[in-house]
């Protein structure tokens, strides 16, 4: 599985504006339903709460990895927003969350969808991916450097 096969460069938010989790997750859903209408944005946001309220996706290091499935969704699909400023998204070490991977799987897709929570987890530990994608200056470089890591992983 490659990443680029479920981001959309339109997808991509190379400036995150919220300071709430919700906010965040609110901004990484909206650009999906942009392109996807089927998307019921509301329902989709009660989903990804209710994921967060069972423990959050912030892995550590400065990423989360917010994911949910829905009935309204045919294929696997990602966006992908980066916060300069960074926000406490209760991650697992304690560090403000700044990288955040949002997926969104069919209903029933249990392999596919632990496939790509997998695939995004491995990318994201590379802290020279973490560190060019902080520096980054728009969507298409955030892509390419998908593109690199896809390559790579």
């Avoid at 997808?11 to 909206?30: A, C, D, F, H, N």
């Amino acid at each position: 599985m490659k990443i680029l096969d479920i981001l959309d460069k339109r997808m991509i938010i190379p400036q995150l504006t919220s300071t709430s989790k919700e906010g965040i997750l609110r901004e990484l859903v909206r650009v999906l339903t942009r392109v996807e209408k089927q998307i019921d944005e509301e329902r989709m946001m009660e989903i990804l709460l209710e994921r967060e309220s069972l423990g959050s996706t912030g892995i550590g290091e400065g990423v989360a990895i917010p994911h949910g499935k829905s009935k309204d969704v045919q294929k696997l699909l990602a966006s992908f927003g980066r916060s300069l400023t960074g926000l406490d998204f209760q991650s697992m070490d304690g560090k403000p969350t700044h990288l955040f991977f949002l997926l969104v799987a069919p209903e029933n897709s249990a392999g596919i969808h632990l496939k790509a929570l997998a695939k995004i987890s491995r990318l994201m530990k590379d802290q020279s991916l973490r560190k060019r994608l902080m520096e980054a200056k728009s969507a298409e470089e955030i892509y390419a450097l998908f593109s690199e890591g896809d390559e790579k992983y």
